[in-house]
């Protein structure tokens, strides 16, 4: 049986539990996000590594580069002899609130792949 004292105590425990489930809710999904962005940046390295080892040109392999890459991404493509060198950089959304207060972390992915040796037709 409860007291007169403890009446209304479930709703100064939820006062201060629910805040803190909002924010705890809040520092996952920003986290899944940055996660996302990061899987985006290094699918589309890979992406546009492989076009440019195929033989496609540049631009061609920048334009497949950028369908993959979060919005915003710089896709840098150098090449070396046979070394095709390719980097993805995004910049996320800060995050706001108090989530402002946490690192803001800058997603990046390098591919690197050897060209493709030239087809001859024979």
Avoid: Y
């Amino acid at each position: 049986m409860r007291t007169r004292d403890e009446h209304g105590s479930v709703t100064a425990e939820a006062a201060f539990v629910f805040p803190v489930l909002l924010a705890v809710l809040a520092l996952g999904l920003w986290l899944v996000g940055t996660v996302i962005t990061n899987v985006r940046c290094i699918d589309a390295a890979r992406d546009t590594a492989r076009a440019v080892a195929r033989g496609e040109s540049v631009e061609s392999a920048r334009r497949l580069g950028e369908r993959a890459a979060p919005p915003g991404a710089t896709i840098t493509i150098t090449r070396q002899d046979v070394t095709i060198h390719v980097e993805v950089a995004a910049t996320p959304s800060k995050p706001r609130g108090l989530l402002a207060a946490l690192p803001h972390p800058n997603p990046k992915a390098t591919a690197i792949i050897q060209a493709e040796p030239a087809q001859s037709d024979d």
